[in-house]
């Protein structure tokens, strides 16, 4: 067949295309002798998908020093560690929608517009239905912005790749991240949240630190109970777990086999299963995250 030979061709060949004395059309791979032949180009159509959009809807400040190219840069290498990391693939286009607003006012005026409820203590905010993420200059310290910055955006992305996602991961991804930066050789570096690392340390010195099998039962109702009370443990403990299962290979792989069963059954997983993925089970996940995290958390490179 005339299909089977051209596909079969090696790719660095050139195929001709000639009439014979009845006109017929032929192809090959290579001229006939007595035919006028022409060379067929191959029209390759490129893939025009983005996989990952990020706009600016509203910019009233830019982050000096190249920071703001930073951080935008600094997005992208989120979206690749949980495409890369993780396993998650949107199969299309990802958006970050970025509004930047100089006064508190106008950003509660902009969260008010869209339904959102108006809080004054919010320093940033994502809106996961319009894929939109709002942020305030609330610190006069540019790198907390940034850090605002991305973690909304990690929520954001999230949303979009896992919308099943408990709360706890979500929460303890966005903040993992929001202190990712980018070097000047494009590799991308993850630190420790101080306020976090140093609450856990005290928790463990003084025998007040939640286990993980308490604080892992948590449902998504319970944790944002907790929150709302302005309690340090839901948030510090997201950190510290997601910090901790990223800073291995076993717990990489353990986070993006959770994140593979929630793309397939959209339920939360379990303790069993928890346990059931990582090596030793959950017994042995608590003696790895106490030790990890009274050595305190060593940067990590991406």
């Known amino acids: 067949m005339v299909l089977a030979a051209i596909l079969a061709t090696p790719c ?75 396993g998650l693939d949107l199969h299309g286009t990802a958006e970050v929608n970025l509004h930047l607003f100089n006064e508190q ?4 005026q902009w969260m008010e517009q869209r339904g959102a409820s108006g809080n004054a203590n919010y320093a940033g905010v994502f809106l996961p239905a319009s894929n939109e993420v709002a942020v305030w200059r609330w610190s006069p310290d540019d790198d907390d912005v940034a850090q605002t910055i991305l973690h909304e955006s990690s929520h954001v992305l999230l949303f979009q790749l896992s919308p099943a996602s408990p709360v706890w991961l979500h929460e303890g991804l ?50 944002r109970k907790m929150a709302h009370e302005l309690n340090a443990i839901p ?3 997201a950190w510290g777990t997601t910090a901790f299962l990223m800073s291995k290979p076993v717990g990489r792989s353990t986070l993006r086999q ?7 059954t ?37």
């Open 12 to 86: 660095h060949a050139e195929i001709y295309q000639w009439r014979d004395a009845n006109g017929k059309l032929h192809f090959g791979d290579r001229p006939p002798e007595e035919n006028h032949s022409s060379v067929v180009t191959p029209k390759v159509q490129p893939s025009r998908i983005e996989s990952l959009k990020i706009q600016i809807r509203h910019q009233e400040f830019t982050l000096p020093d190249g920071l703001h190219e930073q951080t935008l840069s600094a997005i992208r290498h989120i979206y690749d560690r949980y495409r890369q990391d993780l």
């Open 105 to 108: 006012a106008d950003f509660v």
């Open 174 to 223: 966005a903040q993992y991240f929001q202190t990712l930066k980018v070097q000047a050789n494009g590799q991308a570096v993850v630190t420790a949240l101080p306020d976090a690392e140093e609450r856990i340390q005290s928790w463990i010195a003084t025998r007040q630190l939640i286990t993980l099998r308490q604080y892992l039962s948590l449902d998504d109702r319970a944790w």
């Open 235 to 237: 948030y510090t403990v």
């Open 258 to 264: 959770l994140l593979q069963d929630l793309e397939k």
């Open 266 to 302: 959209d339920r939360r997983p379990t303790l069993q299963r928890i346990g059931h993925l990582y090596p030793g089970g959950l017994s042995r996940m608590e003696y790895d995250f106490f030790s990890w995290a009274q050595a305190g958390m060593q940067p990590q490179h991406y």
